[in-house]
């Protein structure tokens, strides 16, 4: 089982920046996928970002451009650096870590964007 335990969610003003950071422990994978995914009032969980243990890439449509996901292996950490943030982006945001047929969930931190 790995763990996961995600901060730096807050509150924001429409174009500012927040940066998202996941630890993860436990019993690790090699080779593995971390990401963030979020989820906001009445609509469905989506993929935000994702990075593999090799540095490969993926974003959501919305956040392209945006949002720039990155880790640190020795430190089993993964972050997301959030810019020019709009009020859709609020919502809860969950770091995910995928490894062979493990997938594990943090509890999510809270990101509000509003004036």
């Known amino acids: 089982q790995v763990q996961l335990v995600e901060s730096g969610g807050g509150w924001v003003q429409p174009g500012g920046s927040l940066r998202l950071s996941c630890a993860a422990s436990g019993r690790m994978f090699s080779i593995n996928t971390m990401g963030w995914y979020r989820q906001a009032p009445g609509k469905q969980r989506e993929l935000v970002a994702s990075i593999s243990s090799v540095g490969s890439t993926n974003y959501g449509d919305s956040v392209k451009g945006r949002f720039t996901i990155s880790r640190d292996n020795a430190k089993n950490t993964v972050y997301l650096q959030m810019n020019s943030l709009k009020p859709e982006d609020t919502a809860v945001y969950y770091c995910?870590?995928?490894?062979?047929?493990?997938?594990?969930w943090g509890q999510g931190t809270q990101v509000t964007v509003s004036s």
């Open positions: 995910n870590y995928r490894a062979s047929l493990l997938n594990s």
